[in-house]
């Protein structure tokens, strides 16, 4: 698998540069078609993107076999006419239909894109509960919740992205397997009622080794992080921050379980249960923090442990109903899996280095010009996040849809998504600019009622705004290159950025 993504990850884009593609649904050939999935593409394609794609690795033959190897009709392909105005215009309006593969993508990333901003928000009504305690409190947990999140995006982040691929290829290929009446596979084996898919165990099982050395780390390494983070110990946030910390160590265990179970979930293209867990664990987050907080008077630990109780019940939840389906140990450990794993994570361990060293590098820039600079850079930046969600759950559903699609070798499908998901990653992004620049001056006095902060604010969003059509094709691809566990091109393409910022 990993030896061909390349391959396919360069050559997928093909299709776009056809003049006469055109794709529609039909429910009698799909179930008819030996093709896996609902969608059959039918497209008169450049025989140069043809020829390649015939030649990758691991193709299988399927009903739409013929329709390949027919040769295109020149007298309908015009290269000049697959880049005119009118047609592209066309295929940008096609990010508006809502089709079966469409509708698809959105009942993926729709649940996951609220399941991405249930945290920011339970984030809020913690910060608006200990705000109440004193403006030495609230620092303390704004300094721990920074010290826990980096140690948290740093290694749950790459394995909560691995699983989502890694499952939803074996899930395929397990499909694939019993379409073909296969009676043994070595993916997705069925034993006592459930499935057997050996990413999902390995995952777990990563999760709970990462997790533990996370809880550790924090707990006995906090003194250290403070010093890092500048804290001195004669500090009054010093005290508060460091037992905040050490409570909130407890919770890494279950946050990186839950993390590698959501990355099943998304496998299965199923959203909606992490949505519906992480809701109902944010939910008793937020009626625990006034009860243990004011009630039993514990502060700031109050919030610390209404946190880690939230965080349990997710990963309990997440895990009662994968294991209604799916085996969660493996009776052995495969270690070529194990070694897999490890080296599609440090490739994206190191990618999240360089995207947390690049945001760093930002914000040091901004606080050197000055506080009420660094405000305004610190407006940008919260609604650059807000509006990257949508991007990235679009991300997510294209990385789910692309993986299940190549890993059974049906080319036609992959390509399909691949161009369905930069089209309505496209108009997300324009839709997201145009919204942006609309509403931004009336509600700017959320943010400040400073002018001149709102003034730098507003020049800055001018910028977040107008690249909001690249940052969402940005992470459509970024979920794509997943999708076709390309991780190390994934890794290697933040080098140029990160260099970039360095030498500005």
Known sequence: MAGTSTNLSRHLLCSMHSSSSYYYYNSKQTKSSSTPGKFRIFNRRNLTCSARLKSAPHKKKTASTSLQTSPPDPSRFSLSGSFSLINIIARLSDGFKFDELGLEIWSIALPAALAL?????????????????????LAAVGVSVSVFNLVSKLFNVPLLNITTSFVAEEQ??????????????DHGVEQQGKKLLPSISTSLALAAGIGIAEALALSFGSG????????PADSPMRVPAENFLNLRAFGAPPIVIALAAQGAFRGFMDTKTPLYAIGAGNLINAILDPILIFFFHFGIGGAAIATVISEYLIA???????????LLMSPDIDGRRVVHYLKSGGLLIGRTIAVLLTMTLATSMAAREGPIPMAGYQICVEVWLTLSLLSDALALAGQALLAAGYSQGNYEQARQV?????????????????????????????????????????????????????????????????GVSDFEYAAYSMVPSLSYHTIA
């Open 117 to 137: 901003a249930a945290d920011p928000i339970a984030s809020l009504i913690d910060t608006a509960f200990v705000g109440h305690l004193g403006s030495v409190e």
């Open 316 to 326: 309990f939840i997440l895990i009662w109903k994968l294991s209604d389906n799916v």
């Open 224 to 231: 250290f992080l403070m010093n890092i983070m500048g804290i």
């Open 172 to 185: 395929a290929v397990k499909s694939q397997g019993s379409d073909d009446g296969s009676s043994q596979i």
């Open 418 to 482: 691949v161009f369905r998901l930069l089209q309505i990653g496209l108009v997300t992004g324009i839709s997201l600019a145009t919204l942006l620049f609309l509403g931004f001056g009336p509600f700017s006095h959320l943010f400040s009622t400073d002018s001149e902060v709102l003034a730098i604010a507003w020049s800055g969003l001018l910028f977040v705004a107008g690249s909001q059509p690249m940052n969402a094709l940005a992470f459509v691809l970024d979920g794509l290159y997943y």
